[in-house]
């Protein structure tokens, strides 16, 4: 079944590739079927999870490389299904959001897209490193054309840069992975978990992790890729990017820097939240002074992972479970964000909030999604944003007071951008008479809103069943944490 939802899009992108030739919607269709296709089994593998067990679940091995020790390992646990869920149902709504916006090269779009798709959820159930790498840099090549291809003016630029920020970090990961795996006589992840690295070689591997991982958070000062790739992209190319692809940073520390380092990961905790506190705020000033609309939603992205890895690092069941929830929120909250931006681009091709102004008196319907979101967005009670920051604030205060109150002032100036955002778009009076045309949000632009509302005001208003999805499987990630692997003399 893992095996099954990680590689349907990529056969559905072979068939694409295969089957269709000039006819654009007929690539259409065929992804939006694939896709919600493996939306719909994800939610089996959802049905038949046991949330009461901390192990791997539907796991599967087959001999891949076994003279080299490398085999093909998946599985997922509370920490990881909840990813694929989020990445299988972004990408239809994105096939969606992308159907009159992508004119040119629809097919071979809609083959990256579902190619992206099925490296990303690899990644999520790899438990090989090996394994889990080559899905890691295989992910880049479709983003990599996605930008490139369906980008802005600057396309081909920003791509460039996305590619080197990530493979620079992945080629001192990949040294961490060997050197891990040679030490420990095995790449199976759940194995080198409990092996017991002593923790000079601890703090080694996690910096070529770190380089790794926080560059795909990203992390302050390594996330200037990140707002260049983010204006350049499509539509649904930001979104995915903001969904899932940031994700995948935090994810790494969570399934391997903190578990299998713990020692390292509790020695560099005070690093993670200083720069985490940077990005928090820096980050947060720099949305304030932003004239683009999707520069400015690209940067709360940052300030809001900085909540994330916060959290995460408390090594507390509060502030991790916030750091989870937070990161599923964040991929909601901001994935719509930036299809709200793709709807006025589509109508005035421009991202220039100076250009806006009364959009309230042309499309209604829109400026109500718009508050849902900044209000979501800002984590206002009775959305899903003020579930995950409270527990992270609540898990941080435990940890460090002083982290906590910094990081408060992220939730103050967060609100600040968005509602002086929200005010320049959509309130006031209609100064350019473009606006004045606009139509409101039509019924494929609603679809793709419907089902990210819904999830809004469920975790908002009832998160227990999300939180009861990881709660297990973070009491073990916490005991995994805790263990003292090379010897309190050494930590000291």
């Known amino acids: 079944m893992l095996s099954l939802v990680t590689f349907l899009p990529l056969f559905g992108a072979l068939v694409i590739a295969l089957g269709v030739r000039s006819n654009p919607n007929e690539a259409r269709y065929t992804a939006l079927a694939v896709s919600l296709a493996t939306f719909l089994l994800s939610l089996l593998l959802l049905h038949g999870f046991d949330n009461q067990s901390a192990d791997f679940q539907f796991m599967e091995e087959v001999a891949w490389l076994p003279v080299y020790g490398l085999y093909y390992r998946m599985g997922v646990d509370g920490i990881s299904l909840p990813f694929v869920i989020l990445t299988t149902l972004l990408t239809p709504i994105c096939i969606l959001a992308s159907w009159e916006s992508v004119q040119k090269r629809v097919k071979e779009y809609m083959i990256a897209f579902l190619a992206l798709e099925s490296f990303v959820i690899g990644v999520f159930c790899a438990l090989d490193f090996i394994l889990f790498y080559v899905l890691w840099e295989a992910m880049l090549i479709p983003m990599f054309l996605i930008i490139g291809v369906w980008g802005g003016p600057n396309r081909v630029y920003a791509a460039f840069k996305f590619f080197l920020y990530t493979l620079v970090g992945s080629v001192l990961m990949l040294i961490a992975v060997l050197a891990m795996g040679i030490k420990g006589g095995t790449f199976s992840i759940p194995e080198l978990m409990a092996f017991p690295f002593s923790f000079q070689f601890q703090v080694w591997v996690f910096l070529g992790l770190f380089a790794s991982f926080s560059v795909k958070v990203p992390m302050w000062p390594v996330h200037t890729w990140l707002p260049d790739a983010h204006v350049e992209a499509p539509t649904a190319g930001s979104v995915i990017l903001a969904g899932i692809l940031l994700k995948m940073g935090a994810y790494g520390f969570l399934r391997f820097s903190i578990p299998i380092l713990p020692d390292a990961s509790r020695f560099f905790t005070p690093l993670i939240f200083s720069l985490s506190l940077v990005a928090v705020i820096y980050t947060a000033l720099v949305a304030l002074m932003q004239r683009d609309l999707k520069k400015l939603i690209a940067y709360s992205s940052v300030s809001h992972m900085g909540f994330v890895t916060i959290g995460l690092f408390t090594l507390n069941q509060q502030g991790v479970e916030g750091g989870l929830l937070q990161m599923i929120n964040h991929g909601i909250v901001a994935g719509a964000l930036f299809l709200l931006v793709g709807v006025v681009y589509d109508r005035m091709h421009t991202r220039e909030i100076a250009r806006f102004g ?13 508050m849902l979101f900044s209000m979501a967005s ?3 009670p009775g959305t899903n ?3 995950g920051e409270f527990l992270i604030l609540l898990g941080a205060f435990l940890a460090s007071k002083t982290v906590a109150v910094l990081a408060a002032t992220g939730v103050v100036l967060g ?7 929200y005010k320049r778009v959509v309130f006031g009076e209609i100064r350019n008479p473009e606006v004045a045309m606009l139509d409101d949000v039509s019924l494929r632009e609603l679809a793709t809103f419907v089902p990210l509302i819904l999830l809004v005001f469920w975790i908002g208003f009832y998160p227990k069943p999300f939180l009861d999805v990881f709660h297990v499987t973070v009491q073990h990630f916490l005991e995994q944490a805790s263990v003292v692997k090379a010897g309190a003399v050494a930590i000291r």
């Open 385 to 387: 944003g003020f579930v």
């Open 358 to 370: 009364g959009l309230v008196q042309r499309m209604p319907v829109y400026a109500v999604i718009f």
């Open 415 to 421: 609100a600040s951008y968005m509602l002086w955002v």
């Open 378 to 380: 800002v984590g206002l």
